[in-house]
């Protein structure tokens, strides 16, 4: 019971938090279209981005689909670690936060990686 719980305080903070950040990337939030300009790759980035953690949050909220949404997740946030450190700078704790959270994710609802991939 404890871990059912554990899981769903999880995934609610994840999803919400993705949803929160990757909504203020789709809508163009000044902060975050001055963000993308510092990483030089173009605004389309930050769309993709915004995408990217929009559907991975939504992915999260269906017990099928978690896993695969939390590793897309966490990939997206090692992303942004390496972004912070190597060419934005500023403090990586959000982001390393979200990875912690987004892999357990992943580990808690691991069983069904395992049946996607015996599946394929």
Known sequence: MMRRVLLWVLTLFV???FLFAGGM???AHP???ATFGQIGLGQW???FTGMLEVAGALLVLV????AIGALLLAVVMVGA???HLFIIGGNPLMPIVLLA???AVVYLRRERISSLIAAV
Do not use: E
């Open 101 to 103: 959270s987004a892999l």
């Open 45 to 47: 980035f930050r769309v």
């Open 81 to 83: 670690i390496v972004t």
């Open 31 to 33: 902060m975050m279209v």
């Open 25 to 27: 990337k789709l809508a």
């Open 15 to 17: 999803a919400g938090m």
């Open 63 to 66: 017990p099928a689909t978690a």
